[in-house]
């Protein structure tokens, strides 16, 4: 057993990059004609040096050795080990410090991506602990950025090596699995991240197999609530364990490739402290679903278009007690590469007093997630260049984000929520658009839904059913005016606008990603 003084340890444990911040890069690497390779440590921690007083009881396969007065001796750790207090956060600032020594950059909205420029060429590696993925532009659009690869992965190889003199990096070439998500790049333009082997040994582990068909993962239209839960211990109250369970597993897998199941998953997620009978009975239909109906696969494929996010909320829903109720949900989501990279639905902190003020809820909340992204492509070389288009259905909200004054509805909504507002009006950073509600992509995301509509919201998420979306670029009451122009849909070139980036001055827009100025919309 590890015993002893670890003084001074504030880090104990190691930063993960996002799941969201993989898919974003293997998005961004699809639009820019890139790839992605993987690699890993063996036996990584043991490149840490221990910083602290950490002891260690010699084992029994050990001598024992004793001192002068007859005491046993025990031995001081030198370098971090395997289970020792502070040895994943010894590893993750080694790490760490050689790769930003080395010239390597960390991103602003996420502290392990890290961002490699040299001259034309650049690299972009997502680090998840001794795991890496690495993207790699395509040398037409960044001249070089193979060959800096090659020259990362040798340096690399001969800074880690072992007491044996092997290398502890091991570079695996073209990426087939990443943290648990399978990544299939045979396609040429294409990269599709499967969790399908996740997805089996779930449904296998909790005894799904051969399950009756489910068209849906949650009973349309009914919301679970506190009300049926059950104090745990109590007699004939369902397995807590086994729930958890359950709820633990879909958790993972809606992360990255069922984004349609994540209302259903958050809603089961909230009753682990008590779960109820409704709600085991819920967890076994989300269960049938995975079984039977749903196809972990996102398929990103070039697009030549930038981000854009669907955003969308209900309204007083009756969940809770009368302690805690009626707060709605929030749910948007990020398509780039025709597939949806980034996904929320959560439970707002606020009571709405109507619609309009969910849905603005909504919409700020998204407004902040679509700035990070805006923040993560530009490190990975891929700048927004305009405003970042959002989908909303409610015409209220859409009046509220560019209203230039408060009107008597309004004044009490928290001012920071005008934070929006500014972000559409004056920077012009953000742009929403009216979308009808039966093509709100986003609405999968705030409470559960028939069958033919899960159906067409997954196959728009998973990439593999895509289903048309609104001009771009066009925000609300410009539409109208343009239609009625007969300009609807007519494009003109626009110079491409430079975005810098870390590590560089300005980087240019690779061809398709650059934002067409529509006659009569005002200049970003």
């Not at 680090?127 to 070089?144: C, E, F, N, Q, R």
């Not at 949650?218 to 364990?241: F, M, N």
């Not at 997954?458 to 009625?484: D, K, N, Q, T």
Request: hydrophobic content about 40%; glycine content about 8%.
């Amino acid at each position: 057993p590890l015993r002893g003084i670890c003084k001074g340890k504030t880090t104990i444990s190691a930063f993960v990059a996002q799941l969201g911040t993989f898919k974003l890069l293997c998005a961004a690497m699809v639009e820019l004609e890139g790839q992605i390779y993987s690699g890993d440590w063996t036996q990584a921690y043991l490149f840490a040096v221990n910083t602290s007083e950490t002891y260690m009881v010699s084992s029994q396969a050990m001598k024992p050795r004793y001192d002068s007065a007859g005491v046993r001796m025990v031995l001081r750790l030198v370098r971090a080990l395997y289970g020792g207090k502070g040895s994943a956060g010894l590893w993750d600032a080694c790490c760490d410090v050689w790769h930003t020594e080395y010239g390597f950059v960390r991103s602003l909205a996420d502290p392990r991506l890290y961002v490699l420029i040299r001259g034309t060429a650049r690299i972009s590696m997502v680090l998840a602990t001794d795991d890496t993925a690495i993207g790699v532009p395509s040398d037409k659009l960044y001249p070089g950025s193979m060959k800096m690869y090659r020259t990362y992965v040798r340096d690399l190889q001969a800074a880690f090596q072992k007491a044996n003199g092997t290398s502890g990096y091991t570079d695996k070439g073209l990426s087939v699995e990443f943290i648990g998500v399978g990544v299939d790049q045979t396609t040429p333009g294409e990269i599709v991240l499967d969790m399908t082997a996740t997805a089996r040994n779930i449904v296998k582990k909790h005894g799904f197999e051969g399950a009756i068909r489910c068209l849906t993962p949650a009973v349309p239209h009914i919301v679970l609530s506190k009300r049926d839960c059950i104090k745990p211990g109590t007699e004939g109250a369902p397995d807590q364990t086994a729930y958890r369970s359950r709820v633990g597993s879909m958790l993972w897998i809606t992360r990255c490739a069922l984004p349609i199941a994540a209302y259903q998953t958050g809603a089961l997620a909230r009753m682990n402290h008590a779960p109820g009978h409704a709600h085991w009975n819920a967890s076994s239909t989300l269960l049938r679903w995975l079984a039977t109906c749903a196809d972990p696969r996102l398929r990103l494929h070039r697009t030549g278009k930038p981000a854009y996010m669907y955003v969308d909320s209900d309204f007083l829903p009756n969940y809770g007690t009368v302690f805690d109720n009626r707060r709605s949900t929030s749910g948007f989501c990020a398509f780039l590469a025709g597939a949806c990279v980034s996904h929320t639905s959560r439970r707002q902190k606020t009571i709405a007093t109507s619609t309009a003020h969910a849905e603005y809820l909504a919409a700020f909340e998204a407004g902040r997630a679509a700035l990070r992204i805006r923040i993560l492509l530009a490190d990975m070389g891929l700048p927004q260049a305009g405003a970042t288009t959002m989908f909303e259905d409610n015409q209220s909200c859409l009046q509220m984000t560019e209203s230039p004054c408060a009107t008597s509805k309004m004044q009490h909504l928290d001012a920071r929520f005008h934070w929006l507002r500014e972000q559409v009006v004056k920077l012009k950073l953000l742009r929403l658009v009216y979308c009808p509600t039966t093509d709100q992509v986003a609405d999968c995301l705030t409470k559960p839904l028939p069958a033919q509509a899960i159906a067409r919201f997954h196959g728009a998420m998973s990439g593999f059913a895509p289903i048309e979306h609104p001009p771009l670029g066009v925000s609300f009451g410009e539409e109208e005016e343009l239609r009625s122009q007969g300009l609807m849909g007519q494009s003109v070139e626009r110079p491409t606008e430079a975005g810098a980036t870390m590590g560089s001055t300005a980087t240019t827009v690779p061809a398709g990603h650059e934002r067409t100025k529509l006659p009569g919309v005002p200049k970003d």
